[in-house]
């Protein structure tokens, strides 16, 4: 069986990278006895369009040139945005009877006749909504707990010449240390948390995340 391996992360630095998404994926195919045909790496926000996404757009295109038996991700939201962008994607490999596996979610999209099993669109509908959900419940959650900060009397940022203690620091960034924890890129940090990337970068350093 051959496969190619697409790995997507969100910052364009050297903060993050691709390596530990391929090992895994190239671990997985080693083990099933696939042939890795092809690995395709992407650095790239996830907030882009797919449309925007030169290199998935490239890995689609070779899988369906060279009738590769199986395309694998770490997980679904590799492939796409929002839940609409996802199921397109998987509706384009389903037509090219081109398999799909997702490490995280530990599923295949195909059964072993080469046909969606009945329980997939379900799994991977709902999967792709609740990630979206994830996304817009962070967003959410941290707007709500800046604006009571602030109805409080808190302010956001340092005063010039002020140290803050770890403590100080868990209480007020708990929410981007967690998704720091998630392994989210400190960029996406960056944005959901509405603070700097520098910032984000010293917590990861302090707290060794």
Known sequence: MRA??????????????????????????????????NVFEEKISGAKK???????QQALEYCKAEQVDMLLVSELS?????SFEVLETIKELVD???????????????????EPSIFAPIMLATLSTCAQ????????????????Y????????RKEGSIKTKEQKK?????AISL????????????????????????????KL
């Open 96 to 114: 090219a009877k081109i398999n799909l596996y997702m490490q995280k979610e530990k599923l295949t999209l195909l059964d072993d006749n080469g």
């Open 4 to 37: 190619v391996i697409y790995s997507r992360v969100s910052s364009i630095s050297d903060r993050q990278s691709n390596d530990r998404q391929v090992k895994d994926l190239k671990d997985y195919a080693a083990y099933a006895k696939m042939e890795v045909v």
């Open 133 to 148: 959900l994830e996304r817009e419940n962070i967003k959410f959650r941290l707007n709500s707990g800046r604006q009571q």
């Open 180 to 207: 720091l924890k998630k392994d989210y890129s400190i960029r996406n940090v960056a944005k959901l948390c509405n603070v700097s990337n520098s910032t984000i970068q010293r917590l990861k350093k302090e707290f």
């Open 78 to 82: 590799r492939l796409g945005r929002n």
């Open 50 to 56: 797919n449309t925007e996404r030169p290199i998935l």
């Open 150 to 157: 602030i109805a409080k009397g808190g302010k956001l940022g």
């Open 171 to 175: 209480e007020e960034y708990g929410e």
